[in-house]
């Protein structure tokens, strides 16, 4: 005759008290990705404990206006500023017992400004973003360099920068914190031939510029703006997207024509990549935009001829890639850019050749995405750029043949977007970024 004896329960519980001393303290918040908005209060946020606890505390501690009360982990407050995805790791403590969990906590910016990069006139078109509703006022425009396709704002939020790929250099401008109004702080050669697109490093003053033949690191002095090439490294030749995993520890490159992307690891202390490929993959065709999730779970990207999104999950180890299986269907021509929502929630795509923008539902336990509904824009307008806006609840879609920006409000329940109109730019506007401010 045979027995089973359950001692244990799922709650953690156990059946028998002579073995309940030996059960581990449990802890666990509905999440391990936390996303919180600038100025705004969180909901308190109650974590699951299998014991009592008597004793809670954060390593680093957590962001400004956020507070971690010490008797029983809960996580609640108003954040007073904005910054990109940080880890931190909760320590509790019961009676007897002790354990350490990882939480990512993202914080949003309230929006401010907004800059549209012109690649036919080399212009930076400026806009105030009202908070509220997300409309666009123009403000005024600055001269960058030749060709520019593609700008990024510094995690400061103090910098602007864009690769101009006819002239192969790199124009550094500053934002006023109190208008947005951008002063150029000169130009610097990219270290390679036409520099397409970039990518800041979440943490590091540090920022990657794209050439066609290789990608050039350089470091931003946070006290003047200026850049300093200090490392470039050889990759495959066809230039196309790049992207840093929001921790930090891996570039991913996207090399257009050869129809692959490689992965690369970033030294954690120099933020220097080291030039060995760890991994090499091929992708559908002509890969074009590149997105990582913020909790850095999950990688898409966008496949211009192929018209379609791959996806894949990202060992958290090692960085390495592995497909979530087949890309998406094509709803339209031309699969130019695509961006994430920061809650990731939500994936929006522009299909330039149907002048459609569509978006997709991302699973929050996998990172697989289903198809949500498809917008058309105006008819010829050809959208290449798409942004959502710092705090995630604006969207911003630029129109290369109409020269304009399509406004939209993104339904925060459901990711569905509502048309917010649309305001001018200078001429073949590619790319649009957002950027708020701290205290």
């Known amino acids: 005759m045979s027995a089973v004896l359950e001692f244990a329960s799922d709650d953690g519980q156990y059946l028998c008290p002579l073995f309940a001393g030996f059960a581990p303290l449990r802890l666990n918040y509905s999440s391990d990705f936390l996303v919180v908005r600038q100025n705004e209060t969180l909901t308190p946020i109650i974590p699951f404990s299998s014991e009592p606890i008597e004793h809670c505390q954060s390593k680093p501690s957590l962001p400004i206006g956020l507070n971690l009360d010490e008797s029983n982990c809960v996580i609640s407050g108003t954040p007073l500023y904005g910054m990109n995805s940080t880890k931190y790791s909760i320590t509790a403590n019961s009676r007897s017992k002790q354990t350490t969990i990882s939480i990512i906590i993202k914080s949003l910016f309230i929006p401010k400004f907004a800059y549209v990069v012109n690649t036919n006139s080399g212009l930076v078109n400026s806009y105030s973003v009202n908070a509220s509703s997300g409309v666009l006022n123009a403000s005024g425009f600055v001269a960058a360099g030749g060709g520019p396709e593609s700008l990024a704002v510094s995690p400061s939020q103090k910098y602007l920068t864009v690769p101009n790929r006819n002239s192969n250099d790199i124009t550094q401008f500053s934002i006023n914190q109190t208008n947005g109004n951008l002063t150029s702080l000169g130009n610097i050669a990219s270290g390679g031939n036409s520099p397409s697109s970039l990518v800041y490093h979440p943490y590091k003053d540090m920022v990657y510029i794209r050439n066609f033949e290789n990608v050039n690191t350089f470091v931003v002095n946070q006290a003047t703006g200026t850049l300093s090439s200090v490392y470039t490294m050889a990759v495959n030749t066809g230039a196309s997207s790049l992207m840093i995993d929001p921790l930090g520890n891996y570039l991913y490159v996207l090399n257009y024509g050869g129809r692959s992307m490689d992965v690369y690891h970033i030294d954690p202390t120099t933020g220097i990549p080291n030039p060995t490929v760890i991994q090499s993959i091929g992708t559908g065709a002509f890969p074009r935009s590149l997105e990582i999730l913020a909790n850095g779970k999950n990688l898409y990207l966008a496949n211009d001829s192929d018209n379609n999104i791959s996806s894949y999950r990202i060992n958290p180890d090692n960085g390495l890639l592995e497909s979530l299986g087949s890309p998406t269907t094509a709803i339209g021509i031309n699969a130019k850019s695509l961006t994430v929502d920061p809650t990731g ?81 200078s001429t073949l506007p590619s790319a649009i970024v957002t950027s708020g401010s701290n205290p």
């Open 345 to 425: 929630k939500y994936i929006y795509i522009t299909y330039q050749g149907s002048d459609l923008v569509s978006m997709y539902r991302v699973d929050p336990i996998n990172g697989g995405l289903s198809q949500g509904p498809t917008y058309l824009v105006n008819q010829g307008d050809a959208p290449n750029g798409i942004s959502t806006d710092t705090s995630g609840k604006f969207l911003y879609v630029t129109n290369i043949n109409s020269n304009t920006v399509d406004m939209f409000r993104i339904n925060l329940s459901d990711g569905n977007l509502t048309s917010n109109g649309n305001v001018g730019t």
